[in-house]
């Protein structure tokens, strides 16, 4: 069976403490990593972590991001041609964008959060885009080698440093003249990556989106109409990452499986950050995003209704996130299974299928990550056990498929 699977999990898992005291360790004494002991205790952890996601029945193993601080990892730091920002002034950001909210301090300085620019032109080289290719491999180290089709990298948006800037500061003058010259280059980065990936075995890569659950919000797109400095509409905006996906993934191989998470927000203590249905988008996307996989957060009214989901092509396939990874209480089985029924009847209505027929391209999992960040969340490791079981148990009971 190749992905998605009927039990997924969406990435970020919760860190173990000794991995968490070697980091902490390398920040207050300014060591290296390698002094402090970081790959053994990473490799560690990771071999860990991947038996317990074999032991819970879930086939699309990862790192659970351990070597990571932040779920978008150190891809776009590795991209030639970025510039990391620090200090930077408010006047760069898009300030009604639901991360840069978070972030900005009293002086109307923002801490960016470990994030780039493009000082300038964006390439791709192999011998410097190493992170993800090191994740893959220490995962593919505790997978038989026949079951590494089944691993599943997860890689930050290829706009997810654009949205957060204002229009054109997302690079310099020197760089790019305009967004659809930077797009080019970053949609050659990524199909660069993913290539270079494909190659060393991975077969299945889920890009985590909060951008595109941000223009379901209110709020941005208020915020976006009434930024004079912007060119084009919200929805221009929407079109232009449609075809930065589709430029970034074209030409991939047919068994390469791609998929989007729209994120609502992680941060530090399972705060979220967007709230709106997904219906001012969802007939654009589904239809014209060429991913093969949507990964929708849905537990709670946040995110609206299922009725969305009419407009899923017959050719795609939706992981429901219906687990919360914010809340420590476990969801009723027996709820959460008719919730998932109600989701194929709409899969079913729009296609002209019928709800067994839907439910072939449906599967499960909790909203988001456990840990988008290294630490700070609700959940104990017992807890995260528990849900990431119930998805297993409920993934058996509805299709009694991997």
Request: aromatic share 10%.
């Amino acid at each position: 069976m190749a992905p998605p699977f009927r039990a997924e999990h969406l990435g970020s898992l919760l860190r173990p403490a000794e991995l968490l005291e070697v980091r902490a360790t390398i920040r207050d004494k300014g060591i290296s990593a390698e002094e402090a002991g970081l790959p053994a205790v990473e490799k560690k952890a990771i071999g860990e972590v991947v038996k317990l996601q074999q032991e819970l029945g879930l086939k699309a193993v990862n790192s659970g991001e351990y070597n990571r601080t932040r779920f978008w990892g150190l891809f776009w730091d590795e991209v030639v041609g970025t510039i990391a920002l620090q200090d930077a002034e408010a006047s760069m950001f898009r300030l009604y964008h639901p991360d840069v909210v978070s972030l900005i301090e009293k002086d109307r300085k923002v801490f960016p959060g470990e994030s780039v620019i493009a000082g300038g032109k964006l390439s791709h080289d192999p011998s410097k885009s190493v992170s993800n290719l090191s994740e893959l491999r220490t995962v593919q180290a505790f997978v038989p080698e026949n079951e590494w089709g089944s691993i599943k990298l997860t890689m930050i948006a290829p706009s997810w440093f654009h949205m957060r800037y204002k229009q054109g500061r997302a690079y310099t003058k020197e760089a790019y003249a305009n967004d659809a010259e930077y797009f080019a280059d970053v949609a050659k980065v990524y199909n660069a990556e993913l290539q270079h990936l494909y190659k060393a075995g991975l077969r299945n890569v889920q890009f985590d989106d909060p951008g595109m659950a941000y223009f379901c919000s209110q709020d941005f797109r208020k915020g976006w109409e009434e930024d004079k400095d912007n060119i084009g509409t919200w929805e221009d905006l929407l079109d232009a990452y449609i075809k930065l996906y589709n430029d970034s993934i074209r030409g991939l191989p047919a068994d390469f499986h791609s998929g989007i998470h729209l994120c609502r927000g992680n941060f530090i203590g399972g705060r979220h950050f967007a709230t709106g249905a997904y219906d001012i988008i969802a007939k654009k996307l589904f239809e014209e995003l060429d991913v093969n996989t949507f990964y929708l957060e849905y537990d709670t009214e946040r995110a609206g209704g299922f009725e969305p989901l009419r407009y899923l092509p017959k050719n795609k396939n939706v992981v429901v996130g219906v687990i919360s990874t914010k809340l420590p209480q476990l969801e009723d089985k027996e709820t959460t299974k008719e919730r998932i029924y109600k989701a194929a009847e709409f899969v079913a209505e729009g296609s002209g299928q019928s709800r067994e027929e839907a439910l072939k391209r449906i599967c499960i999992s909790p909203q988001c990550g456990f840990s988008t960040h290294e630490s700070g969340y609700p959940l104990t490791v017992e807890d995260e056990k528990k849900k990431l079981s119930l998805v297993r148990q409920i993934a058996d009971e509805i299709w009694g498929e991997p």
